[in-house]
């Protein structure tokens, strides 16, 4: 079991780039704290909050494409490798600012319009390295280490943002991350460099336009992607408001209150970990369009009936359990379908259109999810469950759907790996 768990760690590569974006990670979960403090600290006022998310969301909302563009131009490795820099340097500058004077309003909303254009560039990228760096084979459990890395951030880095903001202040928190983006940067230097095209080497407005239109293309004409598009769509419309709006809504009709919440989330995090980790132990079955209808159709009835339950234990029990078959279908199964299915000079744009429902989908989903819990917090819940159900039904009555499989070898077999870009070979 554990040799299952480890294999991917096998990898010099791998073992490198994880423990970099690890610790990267942790920092960022970490910066949000202390940057959502800052802001609050300097300004006094929600509103310039969301101003300042908003300074980060649209630089990273025009220029996703783009970056799915040049990732599969220069390499996921190194638009990785400069988007940690340029997200070091921006926020080690804030943060050298913010221990030796007063932060102006403007730095930080340049902040945040940096560190969006460089997620832009940074997400696609990050989706797309996995296959480079360990064999199709270890692909589930690679991406399930990914996610417990992932997950621990999530558990680790606020505690230690709070902690570190309430002892030393802000900047501190600032330059800690700024070194991890570094310490990233350095590990992916253990990444193997993709071979280039000499007739690629020019780059122009031109061709960057014609590979973007070859990745929608591609995607329109692949019923797979199509599939993991309409996934996307729903999960985004289902959960950014609920868990952003709704969970709050439904805590607070519970006595315990602010215990609620904390307890509703802590339980979705267990059972986020708790999958990855079976996911990482198992590996992945090889019916991926049966496993992902199914979980998909739980989490609508899952959705459908949190609203109505009783108490905040019943409903911290349902979240575990809810977390366990999303963790393990979505965040480990589906990229892993992804990353296998599409061809390596594609992945960086898949990936950018992939992560275009959430950006666009996500605003839509809080405002929908605001307007209805205003009105009745059970049936807001019942709202979230409908993108989910009216999926998971269409692709229960699709035979296509239901046949579609993981390839052998990332289902444990010893296929070829879909991508192009070479493996590093173990050590």
């Not at 990482?280 to 991926?288: F, Y």
Request: one cysteine or more; hydrophobic letters at 55%.
């Amino acid at each position: 079991m554990r040799e299952r768990i480890v294999a991917p760690l096998r990898s010099r590569a791998f073992r490198w780039v994880w423990g970099g974006e690890g610790l990267s990670m942790l920092g960022d979960c970490a910066f949000d704290v202390a940057f959502i403090w800052l802001v609050l600290q300097v300004t006094g006022s929600p509103v310039a909050l969301a101003g300042a998310m908003l300074a980060q969301a649209i630089p990273r909302a025009v220029l996703m494409l783009l970056g799915g563009a040049i990732t599969d131009r220069f390499s996921p490795r190194t638009v990785m490798l400069v988007s940690h820099l340029t997200r070091g340097a921006a926020v080690g500058a804030l943060g050298l600012v913010a221990a030796i004077g007063d932060v102006a309003v403007w730095q930080l909303l340049l902040l945040a319009a940096v560190m969006g254009a460089a997620e832009a560039f940074f997400w696609p990228a990050s989706g797309s390295i996995l296959p480079s760096l360990v064999a199709a084979r270890d692909l589930p459990r690679a991406n399930a280490l990914v996610g417990l890395a992932e997950q621990v951030a999530r558990l680790a880095g606020p505690v230690l943002g709070g902690l570190a903001v309430a002892g030393a202040g802000p900047a501190l928190v600032f330059l800690l991350n700024a070194v991890t983006f570094f310490v990233a940067a350095a590990t992916l230097r253990a990444a193997p460099r993709a071979p280039r095209d000499p007739a690629e080497a020019a780059t122009s407005v031109t061709a960057i336009r014609d590979e973007i239109v070859s990745g929608f293309r591609y995607a329109g004409r692949s019923w797979e992607i199509r599939v993991v598009l309409l996934l996307i769509s729903a999960a985004t419309l289902s959960y950014s408001g609920l868990f952003a709006v709704g969970l709050p809504a439904l805590a607070g009709t519970f006595p315990q209150g602010a215990l609620a919440l904390g307890l509703l989330l802590s339980a979705w995090g267990l059972g986020q970990l708790l999958g990855t980790v079976g996911a990482g132990i198992t590996g992945l079955p090889a019916r991926w369009g049966i496993l992902i209808i199914g979980v998909t159709l739980c989490e609508g009835a899952a959705f459908a009936g949190l609203g109505f339950l009783p108490n905040p234990w019943a409903a911290a029990a349902l979240l575990v359990v809810l977390g366990i078959g999303v963790a393990y279908s979505t965040d480990v199964a589906l990229p892993t379908f992804v990353q296998t299915r599409t061809p390596g000079e594609l992945l960086g744009r898949v990936n950018s259109i992939l992560n275009a429902p959430r950006v666009v989908l996500e605003p839509l989903s809080l405002a929908l999810m605001g307007v209805v819990v205003a009105i009745d917090v059970r049936w807001g819940f019942a709202m979230a469950a409908v993108p989910m159900l009216a999926v998971g039904l269409t692709l229960l009555a699709s035979r296509n759907a239901r046949q579609l499989r993981m390839p052998t070898a990332a289902a444990g077999g010893t296929g070829p790996a879909a991508s192009s870009v070479p493996v590093e070979s173990e050590t």
